[in-house]
């Protein structure tokens, strides 16, 4: 949870621009895997929840990124995108998956065109 006694301190472009992106990606591809059933249901569950697991430190290292705790001191977005491949390496390549890592790498072209 994000807590609101602190200064927002916004990640840096491109990554903020690249990590939003995955986000939307990531939930619209959910919305998918739920809608039209996709693979069977034991499988589309885990699925679901590699997902949400791989984006839900997202919005702190967006919104708090000054504050934001890695690992052993790891560079912040170095970590961000250890748990996007963590997904990728295990999804990515089956007949219903998505590629977090393409997403961040796609996404990363459009960055510097957000307005504050």
Known sequence: MISNNKPRTDAPEP???????????????????????MGDPETREQQIHDLMDAIENIPGYLLRHADFWTFDGLDKQKTMMSYLQMYDD??????????????????????????D
């Not at 072209?109 to 957000?114: D, M, N």
């Open 15 to 37: 990554g903020f621009t690249a990590f939003t992106v995955v986000m939307r990606q990531a939930i619209l591809h959910a919305r998918m895997l739920i809608r039209y059933k």
């Open 90 to 115: 295990k999804w990515a390549k089956t007949e219903h998956g998505i590629s977090l890592m393409d997403c961040y790498r796609d996404s990363r072209g459009i960055a510097g065109t957000r307005n």
